[in-house]
């Protein structure tokens, strides 16, 4: 059973534009998301993150949205660059040092086009 | 500062074999966490090791092990392959357990595997 899901596997836009990456959950406990950016051939980076007790955090180009009612995140980019061509992950965290489960999702490819 | 670090980067085995990855945190970093990602299956969590101790562990058989050394490097090893063994592995380090859930958590470039 998948508890995190994006279910878009690839997203092409418009250099300049709004980019939306979505991800959607099915543990309500889930109390920390995150969103990463992955590049060919190199391990994923960190990009943002949200605590299920603010439904917004903004940095920069970059916005995540979360949704309690609807169990759902989405990742905003705006202006969308062609460097942001990569694969995005959201991740959702349940637990704390001892015991912890941390779930991503399948990814979304961004293809940017100039 | 150099970043985390896997080797080998790329590995060819058959079924059967076992498979040792090796994986340098940043330095300082004390805890390393690893996660395998296939197609199907996304990125998953496989352990985290804080001060030479498995702290988590998520949901894989124990054919996957892992173990942490007191300069902080990990290892990990994985027995008996099977063919849906073959994945990227990705480790990362942080300064501190349950770096996944803050930002402080950098990932290694991973070791493709893929098992034959």
């Known amino acids: 059973d998948q508890q995190v899901k994006q279910n878009s596997p690839s997203l092409s836009v418009q250099e300049g534009r709004i980019s939306i990456l979505n991800c959607d959950y099915t543990n309500s406990m889930f109390d920390y998301f995150l969103w990463y950016k992955k590049y060919p051939a190199e391990g994923p980076t960190f990009l943002i993150s949200?605590?299920?007790?603010?439904d917004k955090n903004e940095d920069g180009r970059f916005t995540v949205f979360l949704n309690k009612s609807a169990k759902h995140l989405s990742l905003h980019i705006v202006p969308s660059q062609p460097g942001d061509s990569a694969v995005y992950f959201c991740a959702a965290f349940i637990g704390g040092a001892g015991s912890y489960q941390l779930t991503f999702g399948k990814g979304t490819k961004l293809s940017v086009i100039p | 500062k150099a970043g985390v670090t896997q080797t080998p980067r790329y590995l060819i085995k058959t079924r059967g074999q076992q498979v040792t990855l090796s994986c340098s945190p940043i330095?300082?970093?004390?805890?390393v966490s690893w996660y395998q990602q296939t197609p199907g299956q996304g990125l998953q969590f496989l352990f985290e090791y804080f001060s030479e101790t498995q702290r988590n562990k998520g949901n894989f058989p124990g054919r996957f092990s892992g173990r942490q050394f007191s300069n902080s490097r990990s290892e990990m090893n994985v027995s008996t392959l099977e063919l849906g063994d073959s994945a990227l592995y990705l480790c990362?380090?942080?300064?501190?357990?349950?770096?996944?859930?803050?930002?402080?958590?950098?990932f290694g470039p991973g070791t493709r595997l893929t098992v034959l």
């Open positions: 949200i605590s299920s007790i603010k």
């Open positions: 990362a380090s942080s300064w501190s357990i349950s770096g996944g859930k803050r930002n402080e958590q950098f």
């Open positions: 330095s300082g970093h004390r805890s």
